[in-house]
């Protein structure tokens, strides 16, 4: 991957981060399940049910309270999704301390 190409990718997450802050906040794991599922391609929980289409990434297992991260198998089989993914979990680990997310 090229720098120019990585610096667009951490100004991505800095705008997923901003976008973050006003998330929709879901009462039922389902709810947030079916949002994950509406092409948002991944999404925070506190809980885990998997199913066939969902997929939990062991990197993100645990922080002081659990947090999975789902995304749609379609979404991380495509391999630019994946590179996202990865500096996602590379911004966590920088953000929250290596210990904070679980590899």
Not at 68 to 91: G, I, K, T
Request: aromatic share 12%; glycine share 4%.
């Amino acid at each position: 991957m090229k720098a120019s190409a990585n610096f667009n990718y951490w100004n991505e997450i800095l705008k997923l981060e901003h976008r973050c802050r006003s998330a929709v906040r879901v009462s039922e794991f389902l709810d947030g399940e079916a949002l994950v599922r509406a092409g948002v391609g991944f999404g925070l929980c506190n809980a885990i049910r998997l199913n066939d289409d969902v997929t939990e990434l062991t990197e993100f297992r645990q922080f002081h309270h659990p947090i999975h991260l789902m995304v749609r198998r379609d979404f991380f089989s495509n391999s630019v999704n994946r590179e996202f993914v990865d500096l996602l979990v590379a911004y966590s680990r920088a953000r929250f301390g290596r210990s904070a997310v679980n590899a």
